[in-house]
């Protein structure tokens, strides 16, 4: 399995997915409903999932998305639940700009819904993991 790299545009974000267990998305989310930005992500996690590392970590790092964004990475955080069930370790890396107010409750939203733990990280706007 390779590690999977997406450039960000004007409308997604950079995704860097390691076969190793760091998964990190970062950037702007509103692809256009024609876009298979995110079935492409998904599908390699779905792959992942035969044979994940022993932790896996997702560090997120979104300055905006949009509705259809915001339930695939939903899904994609379920998924982590799995993990959790299958005894292997999974944290996620919730990181927001110091004002940003919206998106760190977009994160607080996020951990209540899924089962592994969360931290959250304020970082000054041109700091990038």
């Not at 695939?72 to 379920?78: G, N, V």
């Amino acid at each position: 399995m390779e590690d999977l790299l997406i450039n960000s545009t004007l409308t997604t974000p950079r995704i860097s997915f390691s076969k190793d267990g760091l998964m990190e998305i970062i950037g702007k989310s509103i692809p256009d409903a024609e876009s298979n930005f995110w079935s492409l992500v998904s599908e390699w996690f779905r792959i992942y999932m035969f044979s994940p590392a022993t932790k896996t970590t997702f560090k997120l790092q979104i300055d905006y998305l949009n509705t259809s964004s915001s339930k695939e990475i939903l899904h994609l955080l379920y998924r982590l639940n799995e993990l959790k069930d299958r005894g292997l370790e999974a944290e996620v890396i919730w990181l927001f700009n110091l004002n940003d107010i919206d998106m760190q409750e977009v994160g607080k939203d996020y951990e209540h819904m899924v089962k592994v733990p969360f931290s959250f990280l304020k970082i000054n706007e041109s700091v990038l993991i």
